[in-house]
């Protein structure tokens, strides 16, 4: 079971949703066919409001019945206060989730052997999640490394409720059968969990193996570093935003403001608007469905209110760039396009002298010939080019 039998009595006036059961197998499964009675008939479905008075609702028609009577079998291996299943400290598989918690009524005493096994499992799904993430070039890792980054962290969070335990502090190796992470670990090489490298100062984890069985059939369990990682962020978003209400107290607020004078109250007056207000130089965009529309971009919120330089500037943003030229004597031309500038460039030949490049001039309706002949007279130098205009230092 995955909830207890006062859940599952409540559940229909709580409206309670979520898993109730774990499923181990089902009906005619390939576990199914390896039993004796395979040929017998799916067992009758029972409500859980018509258990007799006295009757144990953790134990099975099967057990009930394993004399072949009515009344109940006497406890099997393994079966205890705890529920049917195996305590942790008695499993032979130690990466299994949570003991069955229905029925009892206080939490379990947490006792060495079930320190070891909560550990041990622990220890196997770190192997199996984040220890196996790791390259090969990280290894060796210290014993203390090892323990402290990687198997304290993975500590199943379920023993928490199990046992009624504040915090994982009880959940130490010295408070195991080990005592002390050196023993811990060469016990987990001497299962083939680890791979172990001593010396004299310390012991060395040099490889895992997440093919060992144990870890291959592990099921993965909420861990005492996910609750602390989530406490963590909620502490520091909780931190941020005192720092964040704490900065505000103590800023001073500057605003530009803009009263109507002269030759603007009229206009003011026209719209419709106050002469004698103060007004700041933000446009309500959020006002007008058009002008937010075509203020703004891609991916971004628009603001309510933006400065009238930034609306000007996004406006011109969307919109085609043309340009026109006027001279006298010419037709007006008007080209879609960024008119570039003449591009003017000095250079070094060779002798030390310098010459000055024009590039780009043809957009403007200029002639190469009637360019150089005019600059030759302005700057009293040698002028020479077509497509370029080079004008000479005087010598």
Sequence with gaps: MAVSSDTLHSAGETDIKGKAVYVLHTWKDALWEMGPSKKADLPAPKEPGNLVAGEDPDLSDTE?????GNEPSSP??????????????????????PPDDEGRSSPAKLIPEDVSSLL??????????????LTPSSFPISASTFWSAYVLPARPAYALEMYGLPDASSIDVKHSTFKNVKTFLKASAKDGLIKLKESKSDVMVTAIFPQHPDV????????IGDIETKAKKAEDRQQKEREAEEKRKGEIQVSELWKPFGTTVPLFVAAGKDASELYTAYINVG?????????SLKGEDTADFMKRDEVLKRVRAH????????????????????????????????GRKACTL????????LQAEELAEELRKVCASSTSGEFALRLDEPA
């Design 64 to 68: 009930k019945h394993a004399e072949g």
């Design 120 to 133: 041990r499992a622990a220890l196997i799904h770190a192997i199996g999640t984040t220890l196996a993430k």
């Design 216 to 223: 291959l059939s592990q099921r993965p369990h909420r861990t």
């Design 319 to 350: 919109m085609q760039t043309w340009h026109e030229i006027r001279a006298e004597g010419r037709d007006v031309v008007r080209k879609r396009g960024e008119l570039k500038p003449i591009s003017v460039v000095v250079k070094i030949r060779q």
């Design 287 to 295: 006002s007008d469905q058009e002008l937010a529309t075509a203020v």
């Design 358 to 365: 024009l590039t780009g001039f043809e957009p403007y309706g």
């Design 76 to 97: 099997q291996a393994g079966v205890g206060t705890r529920g049917i299943q195996e305590p942790p400290g008695e499993s032979d598989d130690p990466a299994v989730q």
